[in-house]
């Protein structure tokens, strides 16, 4: 099954840390992130917790102390997140949790989606629902320091400033064998569109479409550009004729028409750019709050590299979506 992907970067990944030296350290804790302690009991119980769940066991089997500092990973980065989001003032419900998994999931089998990350990621419910809290956490941070408007208004005013790329040209491609024919094709369509599914009939092959298409300018701009070229200088109820040898003789392009689509079309792809944008945001935000919190890891399960405790290199969580996807195409083989 086919998903689409949140924009571009919304990874549900397993960020929010930092190192900063200090004296702090005491053998019963694990890490100090600011003013609060994540015991070392507190970390095995919930390593131990993790570990009841058999896919999670196996996942963790091959290295446990790599996998305590994973979790103590997703500890540290809740209390930075918790950090950030009473510095800017935002929550995010458990329902609102809820609904972006939803989304993420597209239908797949909730069961088997879980199952897939607790085997692949060694991760549980909990896990996931707090990396999609911090990922709705970015963008409402971002929201709220007014680094991305993602109000409908706003959609429409990238609607208004994005209308050339939204466009959408409805092309008609028809391969024949030389360049008589494809003058006459290209003059028979030219005196009726319509006829184009007729036409292309009688040339049917993998360099044909069978009906005119709808290209957006990011689909224009994969064509080649003998192709492309052509498509973008011809005017609605034109065409071109073109020799490309690779596609096994002459094409005939006819420009249909030039359409932008109704707000209502794109603004699922307006909302999820937007939100990609306000995800990165977000994430320099968050860093901001990280940066001013003290965190000291315990020597004893490594160091911090980047976002992760690791001792030699640390992992994230793949996309929700990613999961969904293999997993709707196991259950449908």
Do not use: W
Request: charged fraction near 20%.
């Amino acid at each position: 099954m086919s998903r689409r992907r949140l924009l571009a970067g919304l990874v549900v990944g397993l960020t929010g840390l930092v190192a900063l030296t200090g004296c702090r350290s005491s053998p019963s804790v694990a890490a100090y992130v600011g003013e609060e302690q994540i015991s070392v009991d507190s970390l095995a119980a919930a390593v131990d917790e993790r570990l009841a769940d058999p896919g999670i066991a196996t996942f963790a089997a091959g290295d446990r102390t790599a996998y305590a500092r994973q979790v103590l990973s997703q500890q540290v980065a809740e209390r930075v997140y918790a950090a950030a989001a009473e510095r800017y003032d935002v929550e995010v419900s458990d329902a609102d949790v809820a609904d972006r998994i939803d989304v993420l999931l597209a239908g797949a089998p909730p069961e088997a989606v879980f199952q897939q990350l607790a085997e692949q990621q060694g991760v549980n419910a909990h896990d996931v629902q707090e990396n999609i809290r911090q990922q709705l956490l970015r963008q409402r941070a971002a929201t709220a320091a007014d680094a991305v408007d993602l109000s409908d208004a706003a959609l429409r005013q990238r609607y208004e400033k994005s209308r050339d790329t939204l466009a959408q040209v409805q092309l008609g491609v028809i391969t024949v064998p030389d360049q008589a024919t494809a003058d006459a094709v290209l003059a028979q369509l030219t005196a009726d569109p319509a006829s184009y599914p007729t036409v292309a009939a009688q040339y049917a092959g993998s360099s044909t479409l069978a009906e005119t298409q709808a290209f957006t300018a990011d689909q224009l701009a994969q064509l080649p550009e003998v192709l492309a070229a052509p498509v973008t200088a011809t005017a609605p109820g034109q065409g071109f004729t073109q020799s490309v040898p690779q596609a096994g003789g002459v094409v005939v392009g006819f420009v249909v028409g030039r359409d932008v689509p109704a707000f209502a079309d794109v603004r699922d792809q307006l909302a999820q750019k937007a939100a990609s944008e306000a995800d990165a945001a977000g994430a320099e935000l968050v860093g901001d709050v990280r940066d001013d919190i003290r965190i000291t890891v315990n020597p004893r399960y490594g160091v911090l590299d980047g976002d992760q405790v690791v001792a030699g290199t640390g992992g994230v969580v793949q996309l929700l979506e990613d999961a969904g996807n293999a997993a709707a195409g196991s259950s449908g083989n």
